[in-house]
């Protein structure tokens, strides 16, 4: 994925997607939680958000923390949607035309470390513990 975000951004970005997909499905599937396969990748984020448990174990105020996790999450959910949207024009998975250009590199360097960014926060809150499914 990183290797591929200076030499092919539809698989940087491709790939991108596919690793907080599979985080979402390995987490969910370890807490024995339904997964329904139309659901979308926000949908998928969502659920797996709503099964792990945000809130700060040391912070001198929590509930304040709490109130400003909750909102870092909502806007991790709002750049998850626009990734997708992303992912769909120009990652693979779909065909693409003789003319199609892809996104510049620095694109795909934000695309890929920020979904990298959320996947290690997920799993880091779940304990570290969620094997990736296939």
């Known amino acids: 994925m990183n ?3 200076n030499k092919d951004t539809d698989i940087a970005i491709g790939t991108a997607k596919e690793l907080l997909e599979t985080t979402c499905k390995s987490i969910l599937k370890q807490r024995d939680q339904a997964i ?3 659901w979308t990748l926000p949908q ?3 659920e797996t958000t709503a099964t792990l448990d ?3 174990k040391e912070a001198q105020d929590p509930e ?3 109130r400003s996790i909750r909102q870092i999450l909502g806007g991790i959910t709002t750049i998850v949607h626009g990734a997708a949207e992303l992912r769909n024009g120009y990652g693979t998975g779909h065909g693409k035309d003789a003319d199609f250009k892809g996104l510049e590199t620095k694109y795909a360097k934000l695309f890929v470390g920020v979904i990298s960014e959320i996947a ?3 799993l880091a809150t779940n304990g570290e513990t969620a094997e990736l499914v296939e």
């Open 64 to 66: 304040k923390a709490e």
């Open 44 to 46: 998928l984020l969502k």
């Open 120 to 122: 290690i926060l997920y």
């Open 36 to 38: 329904n396969p139309d």
């Open 54 to 56: 945000f809130r700060p």
């Open 3 to 5: 290797d591929n975000v």
